[in-house]
Each structure stands twice: as structure tokens, then as C-alpha cells.
């Protein structure tokens, strides 16, 4: 019975000192020093908390010009220079169409012509002729006039005839088809002997000068990116520098997005492929974590001459990043914020540790 009531005590005891040594190895150093010296609070720099301002959205490296070529004559594809893959100089041949029936017509226009300018010709002798006989009275007001009409309805009727030949010229020149620009030839759609009518589409064609980047962005992103001052498109592993070219001034009743436009500043990628656009802007994204909330609204406490400083964010919003213009090397209390009240003596301490995994090998098994 003695020995109960003595060893009763004594595993009280020993339970109770393992529970306070459990909860002081809970217990880091400073939040010790902290019961002796008050509280201590971690301060960093704001560079080191918060991630720069910025955003990203998917986007699509464009040629800047895609143009679908079309036929503007009705006749039979008669050759193809060219197929998909090849690229083409500004001027080169793509594909002939049958310029038979057009050559035709030319011929008829020339003829038209000759004639017109052989019947102005006359008439001006005419003309000429009866101004002569006029002068020696044999020849009356009237016929004079008549022979100055006569002459200007030919002259007139000339110019008929030279214009529908111009126009006779210019369709049989439409039979040979040309690349409009330097560029691939990315689609064929023209067959050798195949009918084809004027807006039939025969050949796609991308340029190879300088591409664009295209994204659309949402309204706030379009913002942002107008006064992002570091523009990046990534590709794979690659990085390319980017300036703002145009963002449209209203975004697209269907998609609610604005599309933007930009031009690379170095080398570039090959049109068509597709990447993330990535801009950094003044200022920073602060974390929830860091804001603290007063009766004024939401904010974060820095130190100034060792004292809390009490800045506020405006627009700042409960468990959501809100973005600050503050400098990079501003110190900003990360621990025990939300204890801080404006003015209150601040004493740094080390930033916590992230706790050690127990060693759980079985060396030796």
C-alpha cells in the first residue's frame, strides 16, 4: 500500500515534466528571448515577400500578313510553279490560268483602237480642211461646227477604245498569278486543268518578314500590360523580348477581350507557333497573408527609427493579393503583424526556421 501511494506521485511527476519538455521543444529560441525582452517581430524587405506586379496570357506568334490568293478570272488553271513548303520572292510566278480567251479579247481591243484612232484622224483633216474654206468664205458657220464635232465625238470615241483595251491588257495580265510578298507557301488549293471563277482560292501564303505576337487579353490585363515596362513571350525554353505595338481600344462584344499586338525588339520565332506572353509593371503583388486589417480598411506594417509604420493599401480586399507601389528595400514586418498596433516599439527577431523532418533511418538493419 506504501509503495502505491509513492509511486502514484512520482509517474505524475515524470508525465508532467515530458509534457513541458514536449512543449519547450515547440518553442523556438526567439519566442523564448521574447518572454525576457517582449515581442519580437520578423522584418524583410519588400522584395523578398512580394513577387513583382505583373501578369500572363497564352498568345500566338502571326505573320503579319496571311493572305488567301484568289483568282479574279473565270478560265482553267493551266500550270503551278509553286507548292507547299516553297518560298517565293515578291513578283514570282505562283500559277498560270488559260490566258486564251483574254489574249482574244486584247487582239479585238487592239483593233478597236486602230480603228477609233484611223476615224479621229479623219476627222481632224476634216476639221482642218474646213477651216481653211471657212476663212475664204466656202464654207459656212454651221458646217464649221459640225466638222469640230465630228472631230471631238472621234477623239472621244479614241479614248473609248484606248480604255477598253487598257482594261483587255490588264485582265490577260490577271492570268498570271504573282506572289504579292516574300513569304511560304503554307496551302495549295489550285489543280492543273480545274475551272475556276473569280474569289476561288488557290493558294495560301504567309509572310516571312518580321512577325507579331497576338493575345487577347481581358480588360484589366490590356491595363496592365499598356504600362508593363519588361514584355517577354516564352517559347519552350526560349525567351523573347517584346514592345507594345497596339492594344484595341474596345474589346470584342463576343469574347469580352481586347486584343493586343506586339512587335519583337530582337530575333524572333517562325510564325504560327504558340507561347505565354509575361509582363512585369511597377510595384509589387503583396500576399493576404502580409495585409492587416484596422478599422480604416486593409494595410501593412513597416518600421521606421524602430517603430511600426502604418501604411495602408487601398482597394485591398480580405484573402486576396493586393498590389503596392512601394519600393523594393521598404522593410515590411512579415511575423507578428497582426499584433501591431501604429507607433509600437518594434524588436526584430530572426525569421522562424521551416521545422526539420525527424531523422527516421534504420541504419544498421
Not at 502514484?8 to 511527476?13: D, I, T
Not at 484595341?248 to 486584343?259: E, H, L, M, Q
Amino acid at each position: 500500500m506504501t509503495l502505491r501511494r509513492i509511486a502514484a506521485p512520482a509517474a505524475l511527476g515524470l508525465l508532467l515534466g515530458l509534457v513541458l519538455s514536449a512543449c519547450s521543444d515547440d518553442v523556438p529560441e526567439d519566442a523564448a528571448d521574447a518572454v525576457e525582452d517582449g515581442p519580437r517581430y520578423v522584418v524583410q524587405p519588400l522584395s523578398e515577400v512580394a513577387a513583382r506586379a505583373g501578369g500572363s496570357a497564352a498568345a500566338d506568334v502571326v505573320p503579319q500578313n496571311d493572305s488567301t490568293i484568289s483568282a479574279e478570272l473565270t478560265a482553267t488553271v493551266s500550270s503551278i510553279a509553286v507548292d507547299v513548303g516553297d518560298r517565293v520572292t515578291r513578283g514570282d510566278v505562283l500559277l498560270t490560268l488559260d490566258p486564251t480567251d483574254y489574249r482574244l479579247q486584247l487582239n479585238q481591243a487592239d483593233a478597236q483602237v486602230a480603228a477609233a484612232k484611223a476615224a479621229s484622224e479623219q476627222a481632224d483633216a476634216r476639221l482642218t480642211r474646213a477651216r481653211d474654206l471657212h476663212g475664204k468664205h466656202f464654207v459656212s458657220d454651221d458646217d464649221l461646227s459640225a466638222a469640230s464635232t465630228t472631230a471631238e465625238a472621234a477623239a472621244a470615241e479614241l479614248r473609248i477604245r484606248q480604255a477598253a483595251r487598257a482594261v483587255a491588257a490588264r485582265q490577260l495580265d490577271k492570268a498570271s498569278i504573282n506572289a504579292p510578298f516574300d513569304g511560304v507557301v503554307v496551302q495549295r488549293m489550285a489543280q492543273v486543268g480545274a475551272a475556276v471563277a473569280p474569289g476561288a482560292p488557290l493558294m495560301r501564303l504567309i509572310d516571312l518578314a518580321q512577325p507579331q505576337v497576338e493575345a487577347r487579353l481581358q480588360p484589366v490585363q490590356a491595363v496592365a500590360l499598356s504600362g508593363a515596362n519588361n514584355i517577354t513571350l516564352t517559347v519552350g525554353d526560349q525567351r523573347y523580348p517584346l514592345v507594345v505595338a497596339q492594344i484595341a481600344a474596345a474589346a470584342d462584344p463576343g469574347s469580352r477581350t481586347r486584343v493586343a499586338r506586339l512587335d519583337f525588339s530582337a530575333e524572333h520565332p517562325e510564325p504560327g507557333l504558340s507561347g505565354t506572353l509575361n509582363w512585369t509593371q511597377r510595384g509589387f503583388e503583396l500576399s493576404s497573408s502580409l495585409l492587416v486589417q484596422r478599422d480604416v480598411g486593409f494595410g501593412l506594417f513597416s518600421v521606421r527609427d524602430g517603430k511600426a509604420h502604418w501604411i495602408p493599401v487601398p482597394g485591398a480586399e480580405a484573402g486576396r493579393s493586393a498590389m503596392v507601389d512601394l519600393p523594393a528595400d521598404l522593410p515590411v514586418v512579415t511575423y507578428g503583424q497582426q499584433s501591431l498596433k501604429d507607433g509600437d516599439a518594434v524588436v526584430t527577431a530572426r525569421k522562424p526556421e521551416p521545422a526539420v523532418a525527424a531523422d527516421t533511418g534504420t541504419d544498421g538493419e
